[in-house]
């Protein structure tokens, strides 16, 4: 097998992709054994299904970036890695997946929310990020200025492999010693993770939208720089907004909170930029990837809306531990990383497949059952919020059961808005995979 | 741009080492005045290997198939007995689980400490004039 011919930038997606598949048929069972108690209880059951699901979608999310990242810099940057070394790096995340899927089937399970796994499979996975970091800093040193994707990119790099080793320190004595300063690293590494692949994703979008408009600008100007540091800034020190009601040290739920209120900023400036992007929009709008990064705009306004709303503990207190942060988890999930990773796919897997614009029917219904369906699925986890979030400050409380009870009418819709999610990811991931091996072979720049 | 960027992006980063440091300092900072034995320690452990998270809360964090139990030992009715009855025979999505004598003595004293810790019912909090929430 000669290395050399690979394009591991595309095997990595491609692998993405699967991983997607596998992550939503798991979704979909875990969301049934709502209505279903007893559904697959005595094999597998929600108590297995959750962690597969949730580290299949992280899969999808990490390998994605990963794959986006290469990518970026064989295409833009004209720049070559080493196929050996992200080669390895893709054997050993396979390990690490089959050793975690196991592990979840024989209930092995690591038990910390959110994303657990036995930890001995964390060690493939930091070895295969080092590779990357190795390959991906070999490259960049011959970039004279980074645009900021490239930024965007070292960021989300280089913080992965921090927070992700930060989140193995409760295997020593000392840090476990006491719980809930136990449950602040582990909600500090929980926020700083999220923002670690958010700015690989972002990088790519960055990098997608030059690359589409043509123009060298977005990733050069200011105001991408200072919004940059902004993201940087919440990344490091936002992550207090999950823990308000932890006894935990009062500096860090002010801290937690006055930085994610610098997110307002973000949200202005997407305001601001709406007029200028109309034209844009017009000029785009037949081209298929360009809908995707465009659908992720649009869920960047309403879920970035929602959290910073969700930041104010005065409004956090009703909402904590309710589906409303559910709601907020798959949105952000599932519209904008996944928009964004579906644009990346479409534009690296499919070069060739839009070159004449052509408007599809079928590929433009796929696009807005999608839509619909993520729409609806949110709609229905937050009301199912709403109603626990109601209950849990009432002074005389139900059951908690009886509480579960009244919240099934938004299940089954959350169900029914989970097969449509399931039915168009499918959809666009067979079209995406169809001749995909020509895309793992490697043509000229 | 890129020289400016690059002092930016070292001062924020100092500032994030500074923080964590702080973070990692507290168990040094508290195990001074908390004894804990190792029985709350271990629990904690039982509570990770049986993934008890992916259904229960602790302070409104982890699953939402089932109630939050940062208060059950001291909730009227609940504690010890009810925990002994749904480990040995599960409702609804909870399976039974085969927890050994020492285990389930781990899992109670790590539930007691995580009760004494602190309130996670948000009915007793109130907001000050920033926005900010406080036990009453």
């Known amino acids: 097998m000669n290395l050399n011919k690979i394009n591991i930038g595309n095997l990595f997606l491609v692998t993405a992709i699967i991983m997607l598949l596998v992550g939503l048929c798991f979704g979909i069972l875990a969301a049934f054994t709502y209505l279903y108690p007893n559904f697959l209880k005595e094999n597998i059951g929600f108590i297995s299904l959750r962690p597969l699901h949730v580290s299949s979608a992280l899969f999808w999310i990490i390998l994605g970036g990963t794959g986006c990242v290469y990518n970026g810099i064989r295409s833009i940057l004209k720049i070559e890695f080493s196929p050996q070394i992200a080669f390895i790096q893709w054997c050993l995340w396979i390990v690490a997946i089959i050793g975690i899927f196991y592990s979840y089937f024989t209930h092995q399970f690591g038990g910390r929310e959110y994303w657990e796994f036995n930890p001995v499979w964390a060690l493939p996975i930091a070895v295969a990020w080092i590779l990357f970091i190795i390959n991906f800093s070999k490259a960049i040193t011959n970039v004279k200025k980074w645009p900021v994707y490239v930024w965007m990119w070292v960021t989300g790099i280089v913080f992965f492999l921090f927070t992700f080793s930060e989140n193995y320190l409760w295997l020593f004595p000392y840090f476990r010693s006491h719980f809930v300063t136990d449950m602040t690293i582990q909600w500090k590494v929980n926020g700083s993770l999220v923002g670690s692949w958010n700015q690989m994703l972002y990088g790519t979008a960055f990098f997608l939208m030059d690359r589409i408009s043509n123009s060298k600008q977005v990733g050069k100007n200011n105001l991408a720089f200072a919004m940059y540091f902004l993201g940087l800034f919440n990344l490091m020190f936002n992550w207090g907004h999950h823990i308000y009601t932890l006894p935990t040290e009062k500096y860090i739920r002010y801290i937690g909170y006055a930085v994610s209120m610098t997110e307002w900023v973000f949200f202005a400036k997407i305001i601001y930029n709406w007029k200028g992007s109309l034209n844009e929009i017009q000029k785009n709008y037949h081209y298929y990837p360009y809908k995707f990064i465009m659908a992720a705009d649009i869920w960047v306004f309403i879920n970035m809306g929602q959290a910073i709303l969700l930041s104010i503990p005065a409004i956090n207190l009703y909402t904590h531990g309710t589906h409303i942060t559910v709601a907020h988890a798959m949105g952000t999930t599932i519209g904008i990383n996944s928009m964004i990773l579906i644009a990346a796919c479409f534009e690296f897997l499919k070069p060739n497949l839009f070159k004449n614009k052509t408007n599809s029917k079928y590929l433009n219904f796929i696009f807005w059952l999608l839509q619909l369906s993520l729409f609806i699925f949110w709609i229905s986890l937050n009301i199912a919020g709403i109603k626990k979030g109601i209950w849990q400050m009432s002074e005389n409380q139900i059951s908690y059961s009886k509480m579960m009870e009244t919240l099934t009418p938004y299940f089954i819709i959350f169900v029914i808005a989970g097969f449509g999610l399931l039915i168009s990811f499918f959809a666009i991931a067979i079209k995406l995979l169809k001749n995909s091996t020509n895309s793992l072979i490697i043509n000229k720049f | ?136």
């Open chain 2, 1 to 136: 741009m890129k020289f400016k960027a690059r002092h930016t992006f070292f001062i924020l980063s100092v500032l994030f080492l500074i923080y964590t440091i702080s973070i990692y300092l507290e168990p040094y900072n508290l195990n001074n005045n908390s004894a804990k034995t190792k029985n709350i320690i271990n629990g904690k452990l039982v509570w990770q290997k049986y993934n008890c998270q992916s259904c229960h809360q602790l302070y409104g964090l982890g699953g939402y198939l089932g109630p939050d139990l940062t208060n059950l030992m001291s909730q009227q009715n609940k504690g010890e007995p009810l925990l002994k009855a749904m480990i040995k025979s599960g409702n609804k999505q909870m399976p039974a689980f085969n927890l050994s004598d020492l285990e389930m003595e781990e899992l109670i004293s790590f539930l007691k400490a995580a009760d004494n810790s602190g309130s996670a019912d948000p009915r007793k909090f109130r907001s000050n004039s920033f926005g900010m929430i406080e036990k009453e």
